[in-house]
């Protein structure tokens, strides 16, 4: 079964931020944080992944707390390409049911 | 560089017929995952090979479902006999090595109907 928790839906205007949390507390020391994003028909795409220290990369900021118990992904500005299902996971094997992202312009 | 191909796109076939999918990783990349997607649920991993050996396929039927990766590069996943709880899209996905470091990369999956 999953090990991470994350909220069913959010929502969120177009242009503004988006924080999408996970809770992952039963993670090891070792355990990278993986965040992935699913369109209809398509297949997972990768977004961002980080172990101790906040990650930035050109799709999005991860924020890890500092006991490694959860994370937040963050997107700066939300566009409408960015409606998706966001999944965190612990080991990057399996998947929860995610947070499912509406953007509205 | 080229993403992870997987065909059939689509497959229809009557409960306790047989099925195969075919998997061609991105090249380079020596792990390669089978997931199961049910609607409305997040990918279930079923098996992980890293070259042509197994990882991990705990969560993997096997009286009926059966995965080889001969020469550490494509796969294939085959389903015999299929059952109507077998209706999801099967994802490939590849990552250049098993640690946790490296991301997945997923192809766009075959989306399988049982009638």
Same mark, same amino acid.
């Given at each position: 079964d999953a090990k991470t928790t994350q909220p069913n839906s959010m929502e969120s205007n177009e242009e503004e931020p988006v924080h999408l949390p996970c809770n992952? #507390?039963?993670? #090891?020391?070792t355990d990278y944080i993986h965040w992935y994003r699913q369109l209809p028909s398509q297949g997972p795409e990768y977004v961002i992944h980080g172990l101790t220290s906040n990650v930035n990369n050109r799709m999005a900021s991860l924020a890890i707390a500092e006991d490694r118990k959860s994370s937040t992904l963050i997107l700066h500005r939300a566009t409408l390409r960015d409606a998706a299902v966001y999944y965190c996971i612990d080991y990057a094997l399996n998947f929860g049911k995610g947070t499912s992202l509406l953007v509205t312009p | 560089e080229a993403g992870v191909a997987q065909s059939p796109r689509y497959k229809i076939i009557e409960k306790r017929q047989s099925v195969a999918f075919w998997c061609n990783p991105i090249s380079g990349h020596a792990t390669l995952y089978w997931y199961q997607q049910i609607l409305g649920q997040g990918p279930k991993l079923l098996i992980q090979f890293q070259n042509n050996g197994v990882? @991990? @396929? %705990?969560?993997? =039927?096997k009286d009926r479902f059966s995965a080889e990766r001969l020469k550490g590069v494509d796969s294939t996943l085959k389903i015999? =006999?299929?059952?109507?709880? @077998?209706s999801a899209v099967y994802l490939c996905a590849s990552s250049l @090595? %098993? /640690? /946790?470091n490296q991301p997945q990369h997923f192809g766009d999956g075959t989306r399988l109907s049982i009638l």
């Open positions: 992952h #507390s039963t993670i #090891s020391g | 990882v @991990d @396929d %705990s969560q993997l =039927p015999q =006999p299929a059952k109507l709880e @077998d @090595d %098993s /640690g /946790g």
